[in-house]
């Protein structure tokens, strides 16, 4: 997810480069589009990630405007997420795929397309795909002015990763 | 979107029923799973759109730390919104389909699945389906704290949507 927040910081340079130079200092009277296929995905690092995870960056934070970013990210059959907090928590919405999530107070749930998934700020959770199929989310992630939006923990055990407390 | 901005008031309510009222004091400890087909569709007004346009509500706002509300709306071929501003800016993704949006500058682009778009604060904008073919996105609408995430104007006229300033 490092690497993740390194796209964060790089896409309004990206953005920058898609309106021109020119239009610069005028960018907040117009629209800004960034178009498929312009924002390279990005492999799930080891560090934070258990599996083959893809994280396809879609937009920064943008402030007090908008203080959350967006990505879509790909679980490969029981890939998953390490343990993790988000210091203005998370919405998490399936859209493709059947996978699983977890909390701090034990739960193991299945999530499937179209449900939506909330984690309060500071909550612990995990999330990734099931045993058997792969799942993507759309994961918008608060972020404070400094750009911090994740705190990284240890890995989802296999244990708790099925349910097993 | 009168009638979504209503339904972002009724969503917190419903996913105090999802969580139950048992926990509903634990609720910033534990995720929030709002599943696929709870929520009712709800379609747009004739107020604030021409044409049929269907709204799935996804998620409200949450104070300060999610200060953005979530939904897919589908634009039949010919629908758009009428013009309109948002407060703290508006973040689209294109889900399917081909659509179009212009904005106060007097731009008019097509957009297509994968595009992402940003409608900065008080930016004057539109955004719909293509003349032949639906688009379906995802908004992710800023929201002040007294709710208010939209103001909504004058139609799109054929002449604007089809690119004649």
Known sequence: MKVFIVMMFL????MNCYEGQAIASERKQSQTITKAGTQPSVRGSDKFFTGNVRIEPLFSAKGTDAPFGG?????EPGARTFWHT???GQQLLVVSGVGR???QTGTLEEVRVGDVLWCPPG???WHGAA???AMTHLALTGTLPDGKNVEWMEPVTDEQYNGKR
């Open 131 to 133: 045993p058997a199929t």
């Open 101 to 103: 999530t977890g909390d």
């Open 123 to 125: 909550v612990k959770h």
């Open 11 to 14: 896409l309004p340079a990206a």
């Open 86 to 88: 988000h210091p203005t």
């Open 71 to 75: 990505a879509y990210v790909t679980f």
